[in-house]
């Protein structure tokens, strides 16, 4: 059974900094392209940010771009989230999702055939 675990998340002061890491049980995890979503109370899920499957290739939306940046090992089997400069709104349960293959957009949800269980990120004021 393939499991993506988060990790990395907790409560901060808006300003600080925070990294999450998300540990994938894929055999070829190197094959996958990985993301970042986020959903905050009362929200739909949205996207954070995107990686293509060798690592050349990331994605971010205009709300976290300049302040979050995505990598990946896959050496290691996982893929991290830097976050820097939080803000409240940026308080949120983040997920990390898996793709074998992105059709259309890294911002689509119904790319992504597995899904962590999120992590919560609450930004205190």
């Known amino acids: 059974q393939v499991q993506l675990v988060e990790s990395g998340g907790g409560l901060v002061q808006a300003g600080s900094s925070l990294r999450l890491s998300c540990t994938a049980s894929?055999?070829?995890?190197?094959?996958?392209?990985m993301a970042w979503f986020r959903q905050a109370p009362g929200k739909e899920r949205e996207f954070v940010a995107g990686i293509t499957s060798s690592g050349r290739s990331t994605y971010s939306v205009g709300s976290v771009k300049g302040r979050c940046t995505i990598s990946r090992d896959n050496a290691k089997n996982t893929v991290y989230l830097q976050m820097n400069g939080l803000k409240p709104e940026d308080t949120a349960v983040y997920y990390c999702?898996?793709?074998?293959?992105?059709?259309?957009?890294?911002?689509?949800?119904?790319?992504?055939?597995?899904w962590g269980q999120g992590t919560q990120v609450t930004v205190s004021s």
């Open positions: 999702a898996a793709a074998a293959w992105i059709r259309s957009f890294f911002d689509n949800t119904e790319e992504y055939n597995y």
């Open positions: 894929l055999r070829t995890f190197n094959s996958y392209n």
